[in-house]
C-alpha cells in the first residue's frame, strides 16, 4: 500500500512527486513516456532550464525524485483505477498497486486540423505556444491557422513575434471574424487568408487552392486538447469544459470532485507550459501530503 500512486512521469507528475518524496511518504509514479512536448527539441520559458531539451528536463526531475529512497518509478502505463479514498487500486500493463491517494498527471493529446503535412512538422516548425517558441522564429513570417473561433485570441497575440505586417491568419472555415475582430487583426497588421490550405511542405510552406505558395518562418495553430485516459468516468471525477478542451474540475489545492483523487498540470489546468506544469504538480504534492496528514 503506497501513500499515493501518481499517474504520469513528465514534469506535474515528477513535481508532485518530489514533495511527497521529501515528507518521507511512499510513492509510485508510473511514467507510460508519452509527454505532450516529446516532440519539440527545445523547451523555452523555464526559469534555470530555457533552451533545454525537453528529455533533459524530464531525466533530471526523475533523477531528483529517486534520490529519495521511498519513491519508485516504473515505466508501466495505467489501464484502469477504481476505488476510494484510503484505498485505490490501479491496474496497470504490469500488475495492480494500491494506494491511500491518487494523483492524476496524465497529460493531455493535441488535436490539429487535418491538412497533409501538419502534424509531421508538430513541435519543428509548427507549434501552439507563442511563449515557448516566437522568440526563435527571430520577427520572421508568421502563419497562423485557424481551427476554431478561439484561434482568433492567437492570431492577434501571436503578431507581436513576427515582422510589422508579416503575420498571416488562414481562416479554414473554421468561423467568420466579426466586425470587432477584423478591426482587431488589421489594428495589429495581421493579413487574413480565406483560401483553404491543400497541404504544408517545406520547413513551414503554406499551399493554398489555386496553387499560391505562402514560406514562412513557423506556423502556430491552436489545438483542441484530449485528457488522453478514461478515468474521470471510472472514478466519477467532473470535468470542466475549457476553451481549448475539457480538464478535470478541482479546488484550490488540487483535489478533484472525488475525495482523495487530485489532478494537475495539462489535466487540471487549461494552460500548457512547462512552467505551469510544475508548479500545478508542486501544489496538487503538498496538497496530497497534508490531506494524509489531516483525515
Given at each position: 500500500m503506497f501513500d499515493a500512486i501518481i499517474i504520469g512521469g513528465s514534469y506535474a507528475g515528477l513535481a508532485a512527486a518530489l514533495q511527497l518524496?521529501?515528507?518521507?511518504?511512499?510513492?509510485?509514479?508510473?511514467?507510460?513516456?508519452?509527454?505532450?512536448?516529446?516532440?519539440?527539441?527545445?523547451?523555452?520559458?523555464?526559469?534555470?532550464?530555457?533552451?533545454?531539451?525537453?528529455?533533459?528536463?524530464?531525466e533530471r526531475g526523475r533523477a531528483d525524485v529517486l534520490a529519495y529512497d521511498t519513491t519508485e518509478i516504473r515505466s508501466e502505463v495505467a489501464t484502469a483505477v477504481a476505488g476510494?479514498?484510503?484505498?485505490?487500486?490501479?491496474?496497470?500493463?504490469?500488475?495492480?498497486?494500491?494506494?491511500?491517494?491518487?494523483?492524476?498527471?496524465?497529460?493531455?493529446?493535441?488535436?490539429?486540423?487535418?491538412?497533409?503535412?501538419?502534424?509531421?512538422?508538430?513541435?519543428?516548425?509548427?507549434?501552439?505556444c507563442p511563449y515557448c517558441h516566437g522568440y526563435e522564429l527571430g520577427r520572421g513570417r508568421i502563419g497562423v491557422i485557424a481551427a476554431h473561433p478561439m484561434s482568433i485570441h492567437?492570431?492577434?497575440?501571436?503578431?507581436?513575434?513576427?515582422?510589422?505586417?508579416?503575420?498571416?491568419?488562414?481562416l479554414e472555415d473554421a468561423f467568420e471574424p466579426d466586425a470587432q475582430q477584423l478591426a482587431q487583426l488589421?489594428?495589429?497588421?495581421?493579413a487574413l487568408e480565406r483560401r483553404r490550405i491543400t497541404q504544408v511542405a517545406?520547413?513551414?510552406?503554406?499551399?493554398?487552392?489555386?496553387?499560391?505558395?505562402?514560406?514562412?518562418?513557423?506556423?502556430?495553430?491552436a489545438t483542441r486538447t484530449v485528457i488522453r485516459d478514461g478515468f474521470a468516468a471510472q472514478l466519477g471525477?467532473?470535468?470542466?469544459e475549457g476553451p481549448l478542451g475539457a480538464y478535470y474540475k478541482t479546488d484550490m489545492?488540487?483535489?478533484?470532485?472525488?475525495?482523495?483523487?487530485f489532478a494537475c498540470g495539462d489535466v487540471g489546468l487549461p494552460m500548457g507550459t512547462v512552467a505551469f506544469a510544475v508548479a500545478d504538480?508542486?501544489?496538487?504534492?503538498?496538497?496530497?501530503?497534508?490531506?494524509l496528514v489531516f483525515r
Open positions: 518524496a521529501r515528507a518521507r511518504r511512499q510513492v509510485l509514479v508510473l511514467d507510460g513516456a508519452q509527454p505532450r512536448n516529446r516532440f519539440a527539441h527545445a523547451a523555452h520559458g523555464f526559469l534555470g532550464y530555457d533552451g533545454a531539451a525537453p528529455d533533459a528536463i524530464r476510494a479514498q484510503g484505498d485505490f487500486r490501479v491496474t496497470t500493463d504490469g500488475g495492480e498497486h494500491r494506494a491511500k491517494r491518487l494523483v492524476l498527471a496524465t497529460g493531455v493529446a493535441d488535436e490539429m486540423p487535418a491538412i497533409p503535412g501538419l502534424r509531421e512538422r508538430w513541435g519543428k516548425s509548427v507549434f501552439h492567437q492570431a492577434v497575440l501571436v503578431a507581436e513575434w513576427s515582422a510589422p505586417g508579416q503575420t498571416r491568419f488562414f488589421a489594428a495589429r497588421g495581421v517545406g520547413d513551414a510552406e503554406v499551399h493554398v487552392a489555386g496553387g499560391e505558395v505562402f514560406a514562412f518562418d513557423g506556423l502556430f495553430v471525477c467532473e470535468l470542466e489545492m488540487k483535489e478533484t470532485t472525488v475525495p482523495g483523487v504538480g508542486v501544489r496538487a504534492g503538498v496538497a496530497t501530503h497534508q490531506s
